[in-house]
């Protein structure tokens, strides 16, 4: 690692750390509750701007990974920072609005949000792994722990950024106007400090995604694998956005925010215990055993709905759902298909982000306990899958 490169390597978390923020405040109770209250929909509509940042993701997916080996890891990043500033500091506009266009607006800077995420991605990704070179695997849990870590403290930011505005709402602008803000520090300081890869790449032709479907024969392996990618983030990211409305209106909890801070535990904690535990047990094995445990979860959750069952399965969820099994799957994809390892990890990301976008708006029309339902089903898809999947798996290595 360069030295030069260390206030670069800062910048990239310290983008993700506020993603982590970001990604997951509309999916908090009283934001959803107080949003709604300001546009004048139910609480749960919410969830469909939510499903926007998927949208945007969808969109942006085909080109801004091209335009980060043309244009460089700098331009990449300094493009999401910017989108990402602009989709929270839209939040806080949209909250401003109210009836009047607030729900429209608030969509429309979601799907700003996805195409960040998008760009930060596409750049530090790579970048990361051209800073941190003799351990890229290392260098990417980095990014899962800073999210993580944002995550835990969330409901704790929460407290301290409330407020009631002059009508009587409550709103959390202020913690909108925070992270925009912080974005737009982000987004000055990463185009000042050297970056890896900031060159324009290479002038070799590089074959693109729709060239390689062109070519590439999809065997039933293959397509489960991308189907894995659909159902393991429909597991996490129904849970994240709804499961708070769940413990509000069927368990009776007033205000669940804390169960943030228990699933981004669960994450932690997977990142390193996993991590492990993948020396002794081949990555495969998890793509069956984790889905599994989110299953018995999130059934028991909606048998036995309280409290503490709540508390169990944010931090069960956390773990088994959202703690590196979307990476697992990735990582699978490339042990099984490495003449086409690019092809299909492309497809496993686009069928996670189109699961994004299409479960979280059919959500968002749902009641918290259809929710639940929609959820153990999509699971139990996941299970079959990754079943499938590990029974093939001997004979897939072998060919």
């Not at 750390?17 to 949003?35: D, M, P, R, T, Y």
């Not at 737009?184 to 900031?198: A, E, F, H």
Request: overall charge positive; glycine content about 10%.
């Amino acid at each position: 690692m360069k030295k030069k490169y260390l206030p670069a390597l800062l910048i990239m978390y310290l983008n993700y750390f506020i993603h982590g923020i970001g990604c997951s405040i509309l999916g908090q109770a009283v934001i959803k509750e107080a949003l709604g209250a300001a546009w004048g929909v139910e609480a749960m509509s919410i969830t469909a701007i939510s499903a926007a940042l998927g949208l945007g993701r969808l969109v942006a997916l085909p080109f801004a990974g091209p335009l980060s080996d043309k244009l460089g890891r700098k331009i990449s990043i300094a493009i999401g920072s910017a989108s990402y500033a602009i989709y929270l500091i839209g939040l806080a506009l949209a909250f401003n609005a109210g009836a009047n266009g607030g729900y429209s607006i608030a969509y429309v800077c979601a799907v700003i949000g996805g195409i960040a995420n998008s760009f930060l991605d596409t750049g530090i990704y790579p970048g990361l792994a051209e800073i941190w070179y003799k351990a890229p695997s290392i260098a990417t849990m980095g990014i899962k722990l800073f999210i993580s870590i944002a995550q835990m403290i969330l409901p704790f930011i929460l407290g301290m950024t409330v407020a009631t505005t002059a009508s009587g709402l409550v709103s959390y602008n202020h913690l909108f106007y925070i992270c925009g803000i912080a974005y737009v520090v982000l987004l000055v300081l990463i185009l000042i400090v050297p970056v890896p890869g900031s060159e324009k790449g290479d002038n070799a032709k590089k074959e693109g995604l729709i060239s390689s479907l062109k070519t590439t024969h999809f065997s039933l392996e293959s397509i489960a694998m991308i189907l894995i990618g659909f159902t393991c983030t429909g597991t996490f990211q129904l849970w994240l956005n709804c499961a708070q409305n769940f413990a509000t209106s069927v368990a009776g909890w007033e205000n669940p925010s804390i169960m943030q801070t228990w699933y981004s535990a669960g994450t932690l904690i997977a990142l390193v215990v996993t991590a492990i535990l993948t020396r002794k047990i081949k990555d495969v094995r998890f793509i069956l055993i984790y889905p599994v445990i989110c299953l018995a979860t999130l059934i028991l959750v909606l048998i036995m709905p309280s409290q503490a069952m709540m508390i169990i399965g944010s931090f069960a969820i956390g773990w088994a759902g959202a703690g590196g099994l979307l990476q697992i799957v990735t990582s699978v994809c490339n042990m099984i298909f490495p003449k086409i390892k690019g092809t299909v990890t492309a497809l496993v990301m686009i069928a996670s982000s189109l699961c994004n976008y299409t479960i979280l708006t059919a959500a968002s029309s749902m009641t918290p306990s259809g929710v639940m339902v929609m959820n153990i089903v999509l699971t139990a898809i996941g299970v079959a899958l990754g079943l499938f999947v590990n029974m093939r798996y001997s004979k897939m290595v072998s060919e």
